[in-house]
T-cell receptor, first 111, second 114 residues
Framework: GEDVEQSLFLSVREGDSSVINCTYT??????LYWYKQEPGAGLQLLTY?????DMKQDQRLTVLLNKKDKHLSLRIADTQTGDSAIYFC???????????FGTGTRLLVSP | DAGVTQSPTHLIKTRGQHVTLRCSPI?????VSWYQQVLGQGPQFIFQ???????GRGNFPDRFSARQFPNYSSELNVNALLLGDSALYLC?????????????FGEGSWLTVV
């Protein structure tokens, strides 16, 4: 089956690290994506990781993948108020040629 | 370089009407996909097109249709609009529509059905 789950809400203080978690169920997943959505806007691609990798780092962003547990996380270092947004985890479903999205995690960064 | 462009950005339609949404992919990208995002939820896959051929279809009624043109732009058509069709419609662009491609989204078209 296909199901991507995320926690709904995360609140952090400016300067702290944020960790957004995601679990997926499709064993045929090949690529896993993180997107950011600000109010009233489309989806901004943040990063993606291939399922045979354990970790990927891109500036303030670190993605960790535990394929055995089908668990994906996005760590944002030195979180800023501009990072406040909804973050979506998505898996690429090869069989249906589509992205399957989670429900999104709303990140609130307070000064 | 222009990103994925969608039009219109906002529109209001009445129940039973028809709507056409348009998308221009990033230059060089041959695949366009459409997603529907209802308020408070993640995007749901509607269609994928590659080289003018439909490659994938999500669980949407036949009222939803799409096509891709020789210049790789795409249209999404929805007939007999229902209140539940109110959503943000997102277009995604990629080189070949595969998972290893980098998949970019446009800003979306906000559809309100009254």
């Amino acid at each position: 089956g296909e199901d991507v789950e995320q926690s709904l809400f995360l609140s952090v203080r400016e300067g702290d690290s944020s960790v957004i978690n995601c679990t997926y169920t499709d064993s045929s997943s090949t690529y896993l994506y993180w997107y950011k959505q600000e109010p009233g806007a489309g989806l901004q691609l943040l990063t993606y990781i291939f399922s045979n990798m354990d970790m990927k780092q891109d500036q303030r962003l670190t993605v960790l993948l535990n394929k055995k547990d089908k668990h994906l996380s996005l760590r944002i270092a030195d979180t800023q108020t501009g990072d406040s947004a909804i973050y979506f985890c998505a898996e690429w479903n090869t069989g249906f040629q589509k992205l399957v999205f989670g429900t999104g995690t709303r990140l609130l960064v307070s000064p | 370089d222009a990103g994925v462009t969608q039009s219109p950005t906002h529109l209001i339609k009445t129940r039973g009407q028809h709507v056409t949404l348009r998308c221009s992919p990033i230059s060089g990208h041959k695949s366009v996909s459409w997603y529907q995002q209802v308020l408070g939820q993640g995007p749901q896959f509607i269609f994928q097109y590659y080289e003018k051929e439909e490659r994938g279809r999500g669980n949407f009624p036949d009222r939803f249709s799409a096509r891709q043109f020789p210049n790789y732009s795409s249209e999404l058509n929805v007939n007999a609009l229902l209140l539940g069709d109110s959503a943000l419609y997102l277009c995604a662009s990629s080189t070949a529509g595969q998972g290893m491609d980098t998949i970019y989204f446009g800003e979306g078209s906000w559809l309100t059905v009254v």
